[in-house]
């Protein structure tokens, strides 16, 4: 007989958690400051992720064929994305600035591990880590938008 088991397949992440953060000062709203009028018309976003870790099937000296799939499971993830905003009123037109940051505290989350021994893939030294282990660093985007 086959025994019926679930197995999780290769994306599912069991656990996820999200944080959301959202400041936005209207026009003529912003805040005084011993009678000096601060920065109006902008905003703020800031996310933050943390997941469980994914599934995978480990191997090695000590796996038979009866291994069971995806079985252990890659550290826990966690990042934060900052977005902000400013805009500019010129006659009808309006000027949006926009910066997006992705992973702020570049924050080096594992992709992949090695199967044989549940470490990250490479040999420990930062010349033997593997860049596709990890996921993305850091990454920082400016935009400017025009609405007429």
Partial sequence: TIPIREWP???NVRNSIKFKLDLRIQRRQGPELFGFKLMDNWGVNL?????S???????????????T???ARTPYRNWINL??????????????TLLEINNLLNRRNVRAVNSETGDTI??????????AAYQVG??????LGFEW
């Fill in 9 to 11: 397949v290769s994306w």
């Fill in 47 to 51: 996310m933050w992720h943390i997941e």
């Fill in 53 to 67: 870790g994914k599934p995978y099937t480990p191997g090695g000296l000590a796996a038979t064929q009866f291994t």
């Fill in 69 to 71: 799939p995806n079985s």
């Fill in 83 to 96: 977005r902000a905003n400013k805009d500019f009123p010129i006659g009808k037109i309006r000027l949006t």
């Fill in 122 to 131: 490479g040999l420990g030294r930062d010349r033997d880590i593997n860049p």
């Fill in 138 to 143: 850091r990454s920082v985007m400016f935009g």
